[in-house]
Nanobody
């Protein structure tokens, strides 16, 4: 029933920036945690950053100091500001939402590509 709409991916030069957005289509559910994951071919999907309802955040060590996750509770939207991008950041980025009732919903993914 709930759908996640992701946007913001694209091609960027190393050292550049992108901002990813993910909006939940329904507001009738209580959201516990929103997060961004990423995955490259042949590798497991990994957590990039997460944010709780109360605003607490956590980041993968590889992105600390470069990425910032934030959310707009009224809009059920989560953002990932990515600065100083590196070639190893190239991946499909997936939005993930954990609802208080225990359900988990994944977005379809948005591709981030680093130019060489």
């Amino acid at each position: 029933q709930v759908q996640l709409v992701e946007s913001g991916g694209g091609l960027v030069q190393p050292g550049g920036s992108l901002r990813l957005s993910c909006a939940a289509s329904a507001t009738i559910f209580s959201i516990d945690t929103m997060a961004w994951y990423r995955q490259v071919p042949g590798k497991e999907r990994e957590l990039v950053a997460g944010i709780t309802r109360g605003g607490s955040t956590n980041y993968a060590d590889s992105v600390k100091g470069r990425f910032t996750i934030s959310r707009d509770g009224a809009k059920n939207t989560v953002y990932l500001q990515m600065n100083n991008l590196r070639p190893e950041d190239a991946a499909v980025y997936y939005c993930n939402v954990l609802f208080s009732m225990g359900s988990i919903v994944w977005g379809k993914g948005t591709l981030v590509t680093l130019s060489s």
